[in-house]
């Protein structure tokens, strides 16, 4: 695929999921601080966060575009591997607070109030990231970008997260106050174990490991194949 046209597509995708971050955070923290619910003030900092890495995202697809020149002889597509391993890192920054300031609410737990408005918001959490994180997945298939894949999965971890959130919330509101912090916990974790995954492939990547097994035996089968060739041998991988 033309490298112009992949990037118009990274970048299209990345904007829109930026817009849809950007009122669900909005939405999310406004309607958790009136229904002094900690799992889904957690829940729309995750979301602001998403937008964070949305801007990271389109700002490494345009890098990773661009052709090679003398400095960067084999492109740039490697911008988007360091973007992953910022983006993870900062994923599991934002975990560990959340996880810190759960454990605060649970020993003093509020009692919610505007359950349906809670419960709403969250409901519309799930509906909208996860048919973001579809989108995503298609075009990072359609552009073969390891980054989007990354950011869409993203996306599903604040579904996942927010149905976290429902059952809080719904917990709490039959009397078992503790369960919204520690929805508001769970969230933390799962945003801290998306981050850990991004950045182990990443670090991978950056440190010119080798591709696996099955793709090595299909190269030599196909370098095998090639008239004139006897053997194979030496042969090295890297992504």
Do not use: C
């Not at 039959?174 to 950045?199: C, E, K, P, R, T």
């Amino acid at each position: 695929m033309d490298s112009h046209i992949r990037t118009k597509k990274s970048q299209k995708v990345t904007v829109i999921g930026a817009l849809v971050d950007f009122l669900l955070s909005a939405i999310k923290i406004v309607v958790g601080v009136i229904g002094q619910s900690g799992a889904l003030i957690a829940d729309g900092i995750h979301s602001f966060s998403d937008l964070l890495t949305d801007w990271v995202t389109w700002y490494a697809a345009k890098l990773s575009g661009e052709a090679p020149d003398d400095d960067h002889p084999y492109g740039h597509e490697r911008f988007e591997t360091v973007a992953t391993l910022g983006l993870s890192i900062f994923l599991a920054i934002v975990g560990t607070i959340i996880i810190f300031d759960g454990f605060g609410r649970l020993s003093n737990p509020n009692e919610l109030k505007h359950e349906n408005w809670l419960i709403a918001a969250a409901v519309l959490s799930i509906l909208s990231k996860e048919g973001l994180y579809w989108y995503t997945v298609k075009v990072a298939k359609d552009v073969k970008s390891d980054l989007l894949k990354a950011n869409a999965w993203h996306h599903r971890t604040d579904a996942l997260s927010s149905i976290v959130v429902v059952i809080g919330i719904i917990g709490a509101v039959n009397g078992y106050f503790f369960l919204d912090s520690v929805a508001a916990m769970v969230v933390g974790v799962l945003i801290i174990y998306i981050g850990w995954q991004l950045g182990f492939e990443a670090t991978k990547e950056l440190v010119d490991t080798s591709i696996d097994q099955e793709d090595i035996k299909a190269l030599h089968i196909a370098l095998a194949e090639i008239k004139g060739v006897k053997s194979v041998h030496t042969l090295r991988t890297r992504k």
